[in-house]
Nanobody, 114 residues
């Protein structure tokens, strides 16, 4: 599975932006697809995910502000981010999981100015 993320950029506090991730390869094997982020000096953390088994899950820090969605074929995943805050500044990574592996996109930067 290969993942290509796009979107993000510089946004003012309170603003919105969106991310997209296109998956290719053996996408029929994907069980979970979603987004992680990593801020400078911090560990990578899950932002949101969609699982074939349990559906959608959000981290507490983004609930009510971010919305994850995907296409029917599990070829794309999106992240709509509203009411962005400076603490949302991070590099955002698309993630896909199969039974055997985790796959990562190249990361896309989101910077929120106060």
């Amino acid at each position: 599975v290969q993942l290509q993320a796009s979107g993000g950029g510089l946004v003012q506090s309170g603003g919105s932006t969106s991310l997209s991730c296109a998956a290719s390869g053996s996408t029929f094997n994907i069980n979970v697809i979603g987004w992680y982020r990593q801020a400078p000096g911090k560990q990578r953390e899950k932002v949101a995910s969609i699982s074939r088994d349990v559906g959608i899950d959000y981290s507490d820090s983004v609930k009510g502000r971010f919305t994850i969605s995907r296409d029917n074929a599990w070829n794309s995943v999106y992240l709509q981010m509203n009411d962005l805050q400076p603490e949302d500044t991070a590099k955002y990574y698309c993630n896909a999981q199969t039974i055997r592996n985790h796959y990562w996109g190249q990361g896309t930067q989101v910077t929120v100015s106060s």
